[in-house]
């Protein structure tokens, strides 16, 4: 479905209707034990993230982003690539590393940033990253993802290879000069690469009216001479089939695509938000009433592949995952301090090596410090 018109700029594309049936013009037509996966892996993140607020709460993380509201797009997108491809983020995408595959213990150690943590502890909280899955750590500056992804994409034109590279942004990254810098690369030199906005309607506290003048964001991919979409960001057969649609013309040399995924942000921007200093509980509750998971199931529940007993099994088998992985990391301590000295020079310089061989002369530093 389209609409108010048959501009896909304008319009939004749906897959999956109010009452869970689909509309058979743009159902992607996925296997059944494709549809299952999906819903695993929306409840699994939703479940995550209600877990990790409430460690974060209980001071045993720092800081913590979930993407309730948001689960579908990143879901969709880790479907609808291949593991070769790679994905430059923004804040609420790394689901997609669990979906394809990254230990669920690994990526939690990075939340906390401790001896487990790959990083080593020196990325922020929910920076997470795995060169396993592809998957780059995205900066807390806006936008300067979005053109790494486009330069990662034309070394992959420039090598041969068919990797696509995806560059995820929020709305209010539109409105930044890397957007425009990565929008013209891109079209100009046909990179294989998806760009795709998640509107969520707020830039932390900043409504989308109110930093941008177009219809549509979906509308400035013509100004720069790439194909567009909107999609309804919290339908994740709809997120997939125009996500498919353009990974397959950039895999097959027909340039970059710009998606705009309609969608909203039920819970804060971090947990360092309030967000009921600048939003209305109404809206809050009308988005909430198209939550993503809600939608699938009921489509799931219509196509006899849910019922009451599969749903509690599925719920029951992630809590266990998600509960045996928070407990085989939480209590784990901070780093090995003689780790400052890695990743820095191919062969450590003399002096360094002198002040690591110091440093593990001296004592340990007594417990909780």
């Given at each position: 479905?389209?609409?108010?018109?048959?501009?896909?700029?304008?319009?939004?594309?749906?897959?999956?209707?109010?009452?869970?049936?689909?509309?058979?013009?743009?159902?992607?037509?996925?296997p059944?034990?494709?549809l299952?996966?999906?819903y695993?892996?929306?409840?699994?993140?939703?479940?995550i993230?209600?877990?990790?607020?409430?460690?974060?709460?209980?001071?045993?993380?720092?800081?913590?982003?979930?993407?309730?509201?948001?689960?579908a797009?990143?879901?969709?997108?880790?479907?609808?690539?291949?593991?070769?491809?790679?994905?430059?983020?923004?804040?609420?995408?790394?689901?997609?590393?669990?979906?394809?595959?990254?230990?669920?213990?690994?990526?939690?150690?990075?939340?906390?940033?401790?001896?487990?943590?790959?990083?080593?502890?020196?990325?922020?909280?929910?920076?997470?990253?795995?060169?396993?899955?592809?998957?780059?750590?995205?900066?807390?500056?806006?936008?300067?993802?979005?053109?790494?992804?486009?330069?990662?994409?034309?070394?992959?034109?420039?090598?041969?290879?068919?990797?696509?590279?995806?560059?995820?942004?929020?709305?209010g990254?539109?409105?930044?000069?890397?957007?425009?810098?990565?929008?013209?690369?891109?079209?100009?030199?046909?990179?294989?690469?998806?760009?795709?906005?998640?509107?969520?309607?707020?830039?932390?506290?900043?409504?989308?009216?109110?930093?941008?003048?177009?219809?549509?964001?979906?509308?400035?991919?013509?100004?720069?001479?790439?194909?567009?979409?909107?999609?309804?960001?919290?339908?994740?057969?709809?997120?997939?089939?125009?996500?498919?649609?353009?990974?397959?013309?950039?895999?097959?040399?027909?340039?970059?695509?710009?998606?705009?995924?309609?969608?909203?942000?039920?819970?804060?921007?971090?947990?360092?938000?309030?967000?009921?200093?600048?939003?209305?509980?109404?809206?809050?509750?009308?988005?909430a009433?198209?939550?993503?998971?809600?939608?699938?199931?009921?489509?799931?529940?219509?196509?006899?592949?849910?019922?009451?007993?599969?749903?509690?099994?599925?719920?029951?088998?992630?809590?266990?995952?998600?509960?045996?992985?928070?407990?085989?990391?939480e209590d784990?301590?901070?780093?090995?301090?003689?780790?400052?000295?890695?990743?820095?020079?191919?062969?450590?310089?003399?002096?360094?090596?002198?002040?690591?061989?110091?440093?593990?002369?001296?004592?340990?530093?007594?417990?909780?410090?």
């Amino acid at each position: 479905m389209l609409s108010p018109s048959d501009d896909p700029l304008l319009g939004l594309s749906r897959v999956i209707r109010d009452d869970g049936s689909a509309d058979p013009d743009t159902d992607p037509f996925l296997p059944d034990e494709t549809l299952l996966a999906m819903y695993r892996e929306l409840s699994k993140i939703r479940r995550i993230d209600v877990r990790m607020l409430g460690k974060q709460r209980q001071g045993k993380v720092g800081f913590f982003g979930t993407i309730t509201g948001q689960e579908a797009t990143p879901i969709a997108t880790a479907f609808a690539t291949r593991p070769s491809d790679w994905v430059f983020p923004a804040l609420r995408e790394s689901a997609i590393m669990i979906a394809r595959g990254f230990p669920l213990s690994t990526w939690l150690a990075q939340a906390y940033g401790n001896s487990a943590d790959l990083l080593k502890g020196r990325q922020m909280p929910s920076h997470m990253s795995g060169r396993s899955v592809q998957y780059v750590s995205w900066s807390s500056c806006i936008g300067p993802q979005i053109p790494q992804a486009v330069g990662a994409a034309y070394a992959a034109k420039l090598r041969g290879d068919d990797t696509v590279c995806v560059g995820f942004m929020g709305d209010g990254a539109t409105s930044q000069p890397d957007f425009h810098h990565a929008m013209t690369f891109a079209a100009r030199w046909k990179v294989p690469a998806v760009l795709v906005c998640q509107n969520n309607h707020w830039s932390i506290s900043v409504p989308t009216e109110k930093q941008t003048a177009s219809r549509t964001i979906a509308i400035k991919a013509r100004a720069y001479g790439m194909p567009g979409r909107r999609v309804d960001g919290n339908d994740v057969l709809a997120v997939y089939a125009a996500l498919d649609e353009a990974v397959r013309r950039a895999r097959e040399g027909g340039g970059p695509s710009f998606v705009e995924c309609l969608t909203y942000r039920i819970g804060p921007h971090s947990s360092s938000d309030d967000p009921t200093r600048y939003r209305k509980t109404e809206e809050v509750e009308a988005w909430a009433a198209k939550d993503p998971i809600a939608r699938f199931e009921r489509y799931l529940r219509k196509a006899e592949l849910l019922d009451d007993a599969r749903r509690d099994a599925i719920l029951a088998s992630l809590e266990e995952e998600i509960a045996a992985a928070i407990e085989a990391v939480e209590d784990l301590g901070p780093p090995p301090r003689e780790s400052m000295f890695d990743d820095v020079y191919a062969a450590l310089p003399p002096n360094l090596a002198a002040q690591r061989d110091e440093l593990a002369s001296l004592p340990a530093a007594p417990s909780g410090h």
